[in-house]
Each structure stands twice: as C-alpha cells, then as structure tokens.
C-alpha cells in the first residue's frame, strides 16, 4: 500500500472510533451551529461503527463537575468509556490501556472540545504513530475561531481532516456487500 493509500484511507480492520467528552454540562456552551452538526454526526459514527461490529472508546473529562455522556450518545459508553482529568486522552492510563486492547492503529476522533481536548488527544495519537482522522463535522468547541484553529493545526500536525460520510464509506470500500447496506441505510437517515 502506498504512503498516501496508508495515510488517507481508513481500513476497518484497522480502526476505532474515539468519542471525547461530549457531556451534559458542556453543551450548553457550545457554538450551537457546531454542536447540532456534532449532535447528527457523532450518533451516526456510532451506529456505522457498532453496523460494522468495530470497537469504540469514550471518555469523559472529570464527570464530577462536567456530567456524563450525553443521553444520545450513551451507547458509545456501553463498550468502553474512560474517566479522565488529563486534557488529552492519552495521558490516562485508562485510556491507554483501553486503546491497546482495540489493536486499532487507526483512530477517528469526534467531540468536544476541538481546541483542547480533542486537539492535545490527535496530537499525542500523532506523536505515538497513530493513524488519526478528525471528523470536522463530529466535532464542537464553544468559539467557531477556536474550532477552525484547531482544525488546521491538527491538519498541520498530520491528521486527516474528514467527514462522517467519507469515513463510513471508506471502512465499506464496495457497493453491494451488506455491511455497504447497513451504511447506505445508516447515511440515507442524514438529514443535511
């Protein structure tokens, strides 16, 4: 496989999907424009990812203060969710643990806050040689200025920046296959 094919295309045998803090007491602050594309994407990631039978991890950044998992995003949780007090995710031991267990050397990333903990979280998946796909339309933070940065420094660092379209349909590779009619299914759903 080339270094582009290797670099921009998602392999289902090869990834996982992160759901970083999307929590109760946070979205009240978000940029509501970003946060109800979060609310559309991030529900169906889950479903295509739980459709093609890959793993998930979430994390929530000290519950005590900040709540829980959203309602609508509680079955990212039932697989595996991490509670942290590092901003990025690979700085709990938990987490580390939890993403070795996925043998998953591709990882898609969504949710809040763009600009900290998302951010530091593709930084450091970058730095220990993860494969790292932001999924722009999957993720929020409380500022769109803080957003758009954070986009294009994660670019600049080495992500690839992607939607939850291209990803799905990348993990599926062929029309036809049954996993592709789960999808199709799944996107046919989506309502912008």
Known sequence: MSEIKKKYWLEASQAALLVVDVQ?????????????????????????FKALGLPMIATEQYSKGLGHTIAELQSATEQCCIEKLTFSCCGDDGF?????????????????????????????????????????????????????????LAAAAGAVITTTETALFQLVKVAGNDDFKAISKLVRQRTQ
């Open 96 to 152: 580390a643990d939890a993403l070795k267990k996925t043998q998953a050397r591709q990882i898609v990333v969504v949710g809040m806050e763009t600009h900290v903990c998302v951010l530091q979280t593709v930084i450091d998946l970058l730095d220990q040689g993860y494969g790292v796909h932001l999924v722009r339309d999957a993720v929020s933070s409380r500022f769109a200025g803080d957003y758009a940065n954070a986009i294009a």
């Open 24 to 48: 109760d007491k946070l979205v009240g602050a978000m940029d509501q424009q970003l946060y109800q594309q979060l609310l559309q994407n991030v529900p169906l990631l889950i479903a295509g």
